[in-house]
């Protein structure tokens, strides 16, 4: 079955930086998109960043652009977000998500598969 484990969650102080993976199994990890998504306290969840199958297109949340890379490592059926210049609205929920799809979707409904999640808690 299809399966998303997110890791790498934990305190930060402001400025910090934290790398997110997300390991995945139970399909074929190079015909599909993988998001991102956070959901902080009291908040709707929020797409983060997504990468298609290829890896050759990623896409970002405006408030985390040039703050976020996301990657993908297909030796490991892994992908990374690697988040710099973290700032206390960052602190959310972060879960992996996908849609079994190349591309991707930009509708929270429309990804079918997710992670339990990781917490990142900016904070000083």
């Known amino acids: 079955q299809v399966q998303l484990v997110e890791s790498g969650g934990g305190l930060v102080p402001p400025g910090g930086s934290r790398k997110l993976s997300c390991t995945t199994s139970?399909?074929?990890?190079?015909?599909?998109?993988i998001g991102w998504f956070r959901q902080a306290p009291g908040k709707e969840r929020e797409g983060v960043s997504c990468?298609?199958?290829?890896?050759?297109?990623?896409y970002y949340l405006e408030s985390v652009k040039d703050r976020f890379t996301m990657s993908r490592d297909s030796t490991k059926n892994t992908v990374i977000l690697q988040m710099d210049s973290l700032e206390p609205e960052d602190t959310a929920l972060y879960y992996c998500?996908?849609?079994?799809?190349?591309?991707?979707?930009?509708?929270?409904?429309?990804?079918?598969?997710w992670g339990q999640g990781t917490q990142v808690t900016v904070s000083s």
């Open positions: 139970g399909f074929t990890f190079d015909f599909y998109a």
């Open positions: 990468i298609s199958s290829s890896g050759g297109s990623t």
């Open positions: 998500t996908t849609a079994l799809t190349s591309w991707c979707p930009t509708l929270l409904d429309e990804y079918d598969y």
